[in-house]
């Protein structure tokens, strides 16, 4: 099955700064990778996600680059904000509506 | 956009009894829905498929006597904790396929948080 890695599993940076956490998947059949954002005790929230027809894709301050060949996706967020700071996971599935696979997680802190 | 919510949204209850958690999609249809499980500081772990008028699929390593899964209908999903033990304890997590988008959403629920005594 399906197997996504994710680093770091925790990244402090200060207000302005710019952000990268990446994952790396196994399953060669996966096209369609989304990034979620998780504050304590809630649900997780899409905040961007890339299929594998595309190598980049950006929304504002984020940004989500695939290397299919490589098997990896990288999430790019510049100019944080301490509302930034939440958990992030990368998931992976063969299409969209397939279920999920996720990454352990990134915790990000961004500090004022 | 879609709404889909869970309920209830905390639970606690003795050890050995069983807790049913609902999933309903509540502004579209849901053919599948899934059931996540997401221990303390972790990921989320699928647990299951749910298939409407179908058995659900369950994961490695999950016990589908242990966690009922049933989805009578298009726009709801239960998942039954029999004989809950301490370790069951967990946040879970049920998301829906928006049928009318031809499938191409996922939308999560609020998640149900349960404590086993």
């Known amino acids: 099955g399906e197997n996504v890695e994710q680093h770091p599993s925790t990244l402090s940076v200060q207000e302005g700064d710019s952000a990268v956490i990446k994952c790396t998947y196994s399953?060669?059949?996966?096209?369609?990778f989304p990034w979620y954002k998780q504050e304590l005790g809630k649900r997780p929230q899409l905040i961007i996600d890339?299929?594998?027809?595309?190598g980049e894709k950006k929304d504002q301050r984020i940004a989500v680059t695939l290397n299919k060949t490589a098997k990896h996706f990288s999430l790019h967020i510049t100019e944080t904000q301490p509302e930034d700071s939440a958990v992030y996971f990368c998931a992976a599935s063969v299409n969209s509506g397939y279920a999920l696979n996720f990454g352990k997680g990134t915790s990000l802190l961004v500090t004022p | 956009g879609a709404v889909v919510s869970q309920h209830p949204s905390w639970v606690i209850c003795k050890s050995g009894t069983s807790v049913k958690i609902e999933c309903r999609s509540l502004?579209?249809?849901?053919?599948?829905m899934f059931w996540y499980r997401q221990f303390p500081k972790q990921s989320l772990m699928l647990m299951a498929t749910s298939n409407e008028g179908s058995k659900a699929t369950y994961e490695q390593g999950v016990e589908k006597d242990k966690f009922l899964i049933n989805h009578a209908s298009l726009t709801l999903s239960t998942l039954t904790v029999t004989s809950a033990h301490p370790e069951d304890s967990s946040f879970y997590i049920c998301?829906?396929?928006?049928?009318?988008?031809?499938?191409?959403?996922?939308?999560f629920g609020p998640g149900t948080r349960l404590t086993v005594l």
């Open positions: 399953d060669s059949a996966s096209n369609y």
């Open positions: 998301s829906a396929r928006d049928v009318t988008s031809g499938g191409k959403e996922q939308f």
């Open positions: 890339i299929r594998s027809n595309v």
């Open positions: 502004d579209f249809q849901a053919t599948t």
